[in-house]
């Protein structure tokens, strides 16, 4: 049985455990480098990009996760978690992990009081619009060609990615109660 790790350092790791119990999947928070080696695929949740960032160097985490996604273990980063997996972001901080093929702009959908929903198609999780939720939302600027767009707002403006074992959603799939996306990862690894 799998069993899917949630980065718990900062921001809504509880959320995503939430929905990955209501789907009967095995699931864990990592924190260490050590704790990586018992599971199959990483979530790495929204919260606050620069703090997740600096607990990611405090424990040491970063050089052992990119290789092991390097090596091909799935990774899902939602939000600030998309930030920590671009390959580049246009502020100086924090310095991503360069996984994705991506270039992200930190909140650049406004502030807090500027969040909002949207209904968006992702084909690959069915017909049924998805409900995504924009919190402080990074905008995806720039796409490499090895890039997969799984879903665009409105405005055609890219906001779920995929590159291989490599997915990123610039919103947060974990605060609603439609699985899909989450089913959507499980079924990467
Ligand atoms: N604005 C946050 C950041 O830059 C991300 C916000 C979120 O995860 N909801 O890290």
Redesign the pocket.
Known sequence: MIKIGVLALQ?DYLEHQRILQILGINSTYIKTPEELNKIDGLIVP?????TINKLMDFYNIKKPLKKLVQQGMPIWGT??GM?IIANKIIQSSPTPLSLIDITVD??AFGNQTESFEQLITLPVIGKQPFKSIF????KIIDIGEKIDVLGRLPNKQPVAVKQNNILATSF?PELTNDYRIHEFFVKMI
């Open positions: 921001g929204g919260g606050e990009s620069t939000c600030a930030i930190r909140n919190i402080r939302a990074p947060h």
